[in-house]
């Protein structure tokens, strides 16, 4: 069969198991610290990066639809989401949104405040080498992300509650040209030189 086959690096390109969602993370070190992991999720993270095109030549007379030259981006919309099945104050008062922590307190309010929006990051192990050291990495970072799937908790008996979670990465102002997320593919080498 000519074509049943896969790349002979296949393994050098996989990302593996789930991935974490943390509040930091390194690029440049490939460090992530414990404590900067949101919780423990079930069932994966999933990330979508979806361009919002505008056609100028919509409406136009004569003018057929989706020439590439009159193709616009306009926009991305990118999104984490997932589901948590540990919670602590920080983490509701990230899934809320809008709130504020007084003690073991979270109170929702009305009004956004900057604050409300913080980089997160999606990383997980990338490439055949995985070791402590050197293991390689794949790493996702939303830009102002902000929980837009709202806080929801779910309950059920003889099991671990869940708490659905939708985080959406926006632009700045101060920054208008600025794609709200970057991806990172860094491939690990040996441990300790070998092979």
């Known amino acids: 069969m000519k074509f049943t086959q896969i790349p002979a690096d296949a393994f050098r390109r996989m990302v593996m ?19 900067d992991i949101l919780g423990a999720t079930t069932g994966g993270i999933a990330f979508t990066a979806a361009p919002v095109y505008a056609d ?3 409406k136009v007379d004569n003018c057929p639809k989706n020439m590439k030259e009159l193709k616009k981006l306009v926009s991305w919309e990118a999104k984490a989401s997932g ?3 540990t919670a602590d104050t920080g983490l ?19 009004d ?9 990051w999606i990383v997980g192990d990338y490439s055949e080498y995985n070791g402590e ?11 102002n992300a902000l929980s837009t799937g709202g806080f929801s908790l779910e309950t059920a008996d ?7 979670f939708e985080f959406t990465a926006h632009g700045s102002v101060a920054a208008q040209r600025e794609v709200p997320f970057e991806i990172w593919l ?3 080498t040996p441990e300790n030189g070998g092979n």
């Open 83 to 85: 589901t948590f099945v």
């Open 133 to 143: 050291q050197n293991g390689g990495w794949a790493a996702i970072r939303l830009k």
């Open 92 to 110: 509701a008062e990230k899934l809320t949104a809008a709130a504020d922590v007084s003690g073991n307190k979270v109170t929702p309010r009305f």
């Open 158 to 164: 003889g099991d671990r509650a869940k708490l659905a």
């Open 17 to 35: 198991n789930a991935a974490v969602i943390a509040s930091a993370f390194n690029p440049e070190t490939g460090v992530l610290r414990n404590d």
């Open 112 to 120: 956004l405040e900057d604050g409300d929006f913080h980089d997160l």
């Open 56 to 58: 100028m030549g919509e």
């Open 186 to 188: 860094t491939p690990g």
